[in-house]
């Protein structure tokens, strides 16, 4: 049986009333509009939809409890030894004359190795990208060999490559450079471990980087130097800047690498972390959590510093375009 279909009279007042009413609330008296099935069915949806995830709240639990573990308190534990020194110990054990050497040495070369990095990761992460040629599977995966390489055999590698009888320093000896066991040796090593940091995080920026705009820029009459200046470089600009703080901050903490070919001469080629095992093998552990924390507190500076350049960029570029 069907049942009658009522029509209303329009010009009846308590028909319209009716009329708003029902469009604006269903039988459990929740507020809907017309053609509220679909906004319900759209709500049970998004209600039923399972999470991968726990909850926002159960996630950042878990975040912040695995942080303090790994990151705060093994960093914390280094102020709370060094607070065990008076102030005036402290500065006499962060400013002796070694330390100071160390400290030049350290940020000096971990800061032109990055530099460096930029430029020559650039270029390298360039040429993957933009060119198709033989072997070229085998230079991309070459670029990851800092990476599975033992800092230590990367040492005693570089060492034996810029030695005076080894094959690259064989070469620069008679030309009066000398790179084994002198601060430039430093560099080397250092600019080795920081170049897949560069590379890896240009790479996929370029990747995305639509050719349509170089050749939109090449019909307006610019240049391919023009091109690259103004609009390659702009977009590429905030990954070179994350790379750079990637490979700076890999080079101050380095190790492995370092002490194979720096020859480890105090006041000449004696890196911090090195200073800071002597000090440990010396039992001297609040001396080594000083310098430790003075290398803490420069390094998170300067990594915020280049965290805000990277940020400023983005909004500049955001703006522009």
Do not use: H
């Not at 053609?35 to 709500?43: N, S, V, Y």
């Not at 303090?68 to 960093?75: D, E, K, N, S, Y």
């Not at 350290?106 to 650039?122: D, M, P, Q, R, Y």
């Amino acid at each position: 049986m069907i049942a009658p279909i009522m029509v209303a009279d329009p010009g009846d007042p308590e028909a319209k009333i009716a009329v708003r009413n029902d469009a604006r609330s269903d039988a459990g008296g929740r507020l809907r509009a017309p053609g509220g099935d679909e906004t319900r069915t759209a709500d049970a949806g998004r209600r039923g939809a399972r999470r991968v995830l726990p909850g926002f709240g159960l996630s950042l639990g878990y975040t912040l409890v695995y942080l303090c573990l790994i990151v705060l308190i093994p960093l914390s534990a280094a102020f709370f030894k060094t607070a065990q020194l008076t102030w005036p110990e402290f500065v006499a054990v962060v400013t002796a004359p070694r330390v100071m050497a160390s400290y030049r040495l350290t940020f000096g070369a971990s800061f032109g190795a990055a530099a460096i990095n930029t430029v020559f990761g650039l270029l390298v992460a360039w040429v993957l990208v933009r060119y198709r040629f033989p072997g070229r599977a085998l230079v991309d995966a070459l670029v990851d060999l800092p990476f599975a390489l033992p800092t230590a055999v990367a040492g005693i590698a570089l060492a034996g490559l810029f030695s005076a009888n080894g094959w690259f320093g064989s070469l620069l000896v008679p030309l009066g450079i000398t790179v084994a066991f002198t601060p430039l040796g430093v560099l080397v090593a250092l600019t080795f471990i920081g170049l897949p940091f560069v590379v890896r995080t240009v790479q996929p920026v370029l990747e995305d980087l639509p050719r349509e705009l170089e050749e939109a820029a090449a019909t307006l009459g610019a240049s391919r130097w023009e091109s690259f200046r103004r609009v390659v470089f702009p977009i590429v600009l905030p990954a070179l800047l994350t790379g750079f703080a990637l490979a700076f901050a890999r080079a101050i903490g380095e190790y492995g690498s370092v002490i194979f070919i720096a020859g480890n001469m105090p006041m000449v080629s004696e890196i911090t972390p090195l200073l800071i095992i002597t000090k440990l093998e010396q039992y001297d552990y609040t001396g080594a959590t000083a310098i430790a924390v003075v290398m803490l507190v420069i390094s998170f500076t300067l990594l915020l510093a280049i965290n805000a350049l990277q940020a400023w960029t983005r909004r500049r570029q955001g703006a522009l375009t």
